[in-house]
């Protein structure tokens, strides 16, 4: 058992703090609570109380409580402090060095790994400020996370949603794992995000992958101390930290990153490439009589090139996304493609942009089928996975 303190932050996004100690009870860890004044106005501290079955502390000038130094004892008795929504202004306070309040001078005094959920409109998360104090936290050793995508309570849409509880009580696993670096000295190499066939200058085929299941695997992988070279297809996501990110559009281009990047001890390759390329025109296609002729012709399979190389890693995983008979057509991609493992999806839902992932591990030992999981989960759990193969392949 673990004790995490949780600092909940103002916001609409505050309710979700409940689930987050819903779970973390349910893994046996001790959550005790501070409540900010904003956060008070969304959710109240008996909500709180009774979820993590401990005392919600809400000010400094409690006399009984400060009388024993009570923030200092807050701050240094629980194993992980969690600041789950964290507010533009309270991570101000924080890259600050701030203590005005109970929740900012708690922070200010303690000497436990913190982890940071940030929550708050797109605007205020992409503002240039926001960015400098996402940078001096993470280089205080703060981890923040990345806020998620979507629909907000504002009416508007980007990043900034708080990362839904199941993700936060992964990283929170995370972070209180025991340190351990199986794949120190190791190279990987992972593929993300689609790829761009451009048509004209304005026009191109594309498809739906938000290429978060490959971020979330580099990132996986760089926690368990491996080098990751990432080759990212056009996506928008910020690079996870201590990996080299190689940005490209085509497949042509995906395959030339792989082929550079070799050597390597794995390669992942999660991103979802076109089959598929026209001769792009130099000008824009105007309507006329018709729609224009467009003569396909078909692009590198990057994963069966990488398979057939002289330079093959020892061990090379690719992806299925599929919409039927997932498993099926994943078996048959395996032996096609000369690939070690398939990770099959089915993606006939929401899972290209989702949050979560139902996945099936194919190896040469069978067809391994993993529950619904968030996609952090999924990667950590097949990082995981290669640190192991590649242990037993040395």
Same mark, same amino acid.
């Given at each position: 058992?673990?004790?995490? /303190?949780?600092?909940?932050?103002?916001?609409?996004?505050?309710y979700?703090?409940?689930?987050?100690i819903?779970?973390?009870r349910?893994?046996?860890?001790?959550?005790?609570?501070?409540?900010?004044?904003?956060?008070s106005?969304?959710?109240?501290?008996?909500?709180?109380? *009774?979820?993590?079955?401990?005392k919600?502390?809400?000010?400094?000038?409690?006399?009984? @409580?400060? *009388?024993?130094?009570?923030?200092?004892?807050?701050?240094?008795?629980?194993?992980?402090?969690?600041?789950?929504?964290?507010?533009?202004?309270?991570?101000?306070?924080?890259?600050?060095?701030?203590?005005?309040? /109970? *929740?900012?001078?708690?922070?200010?005094?303690?000497?436990?790994?913190?982890?940071v959920?940030?929550?708050?409109?797109?605007?205020?998360?992409?503002?240039?400020a926001?960015?400098?104090n996402?940078?001096? /936290?993470?280089?205080?050793?703060?981890t923040?996370?990345?806020? @998620?995508?979507?629909?907000?309570?504002?009416?508007?849409?980007?990043?900034?949603?708080?990362?839904?509880?199941?993700?936060?009580?992964?990283?929170?696993?995370?972070?209180?794992?025991?340190?351990?670096?199986?794949?120190?000295?190791?190279h990987v190499?992972?593929?993300?995000?689609?790829?761009?066939?451009?048509?004209?200058?304005?026009?191109?085929?594309?498809?739906?992958?938000?290429?978060?299941?490959?971020?979330?695997?580099?990132?996986?992988?760089?926690?368990?101390?491996?080098?990751?070279?990432?080759?990212?297809?056009?996506?928008?996501?910020?690079?996870?930290?201590?990996?080299?990110?190689?940005?490209?559009?085509? *497949?042509?281009e995906?395959?030339?990153?792989?082929?550079?990047?070799?050597?390597? @001890?794995?390669?992942?390759?999660?991103?979802?490439?076109?089959?598929?390329?026209?001769?792009?025109?130099?000008?824009?296609?105007?309507?006329?009589?018709?729609?224009?002729?467009?003569? /396909?012709?078909?692009?590198?399979d990057?994963?069966?090139?990488?398979?057939?190389?002289?330079?093959?890693?020892?061990?090379?995983?690719?992806?299925?996304?599929?919409?039927?008979?997932?498993?099926?057509?994943?078996?048959?991609?395996?032996?096609?493609?000369?690939?070690?493992?398939?990770?099959?999806?089915?993606?006939?839902?929401?899972?290209?942009?989702?949050?979560?992932?139902?996945?099936?591990?194919?190896?040469?030992?069978?067809?391994?089928?993993?529950?619904?999981?968030?996609?952090?989960?999924?990667?950590?759990?097949?990082?995981?996975?290669?640190?192991?193969?590649?242990k037993?392949?040395?």
């Open positions: 058992m673990k004790r995490i /303190l949780l600092i909940v932050g103002g916001g609409i996004a505050a979700k703090a409940c689930e987050l819903r779970l973390l349910r893994r046996g860890h001790a959550v005790r609570c501070v409540l900010t004044e904003g956060g106005y969304f959710v109240t501290p008996m909500t709180l109380a *009774a979820l993590s079955e401990d919600v502390y809400t000010t400094l000038w409690d006399l009984k @409580d400060e *009388a024993e130094m009570g923030h200092i004892q807050l701050s240094r008795e629980a194993d992980l402090v969690v600041v789950a929504p964290a507010t533009a202004d309270l991570m101000a306070r924080m890259a600050a060095g701030q203590a005005g309040d /109970l *929740a900012s001078t708690v922070l200010l005094a303690t000497d436990k790994p913190v982890l959920a940030p929550a708050m409109n797109v605007r205020m998360w992409s503002h240039a926001t960015r400098r996402v940078a001096t /936290l993470r280089g205080d050793g703060i923040v996370l990345e806020p @998620d995508e979507g629909a907000m309570a504002c009416g508007e849409y980007g990043a900034g949603r708080l990362p839904e509880p199941a993700a936060i009580a992964a990283a929170i696993d995370r972070a209180l794992a025991p340190a351990h670096h199986p794949l120190a000295g190791r190499l992972v593929t993300a995000g689609p790829t761009h066939e451009p048509i004209d200058p304005v026009r191109f085929f594309a498809n739906r992958s938000s290429g978060r299941q490959g971020f979330a695997i580099a990132e996986a992988l760089a926690a368990l101390g491996a080098r990751v070279t990432l080759v990212a297809g056009p996506v928008t996501l910020p690079t996870p930290p201590g990996i080299e990110r190689i940005d490209v559009d085509t *497949a042509r995906m395959a030339a990153a792989v082929a550079a990047a070799l050597p390597a @001890d794995a390669a992942v390759m999660v991103a979802a490439v076109a089959d598929w390329r026209v001769d792009a025109a130099d000008q824009k296609l105007k309507k006329g009589s018709g729609p224009p002729s467009l003569t /396909l012709s078909e692009n590198p990057i994963l069966a090139e990488l398979a057939r190389s002289p330079d093959r890693p020892p061990l090379v995983v690719g992806f299925a996304a599929e919409t039927e008979q997932v498993i099926e057509h994943a078996l048959a991609k395996r032996a096609r493609k000369g690939a070690d493992w398939i990770v099959a999806n089915d993606v006939s839902g929401d899972v290209m942009g989702g949050e979560a992932n139902t996945v099936h591990l194919v190896t040469a030992a069978g067809v391994e089928s993993w529950e619904r999981l968030p996609k952090s989960t999924v990667a950590a759990r097949l990082a995981q996975r290669i640190a192991d193969a590649l037993d392949l040395s």
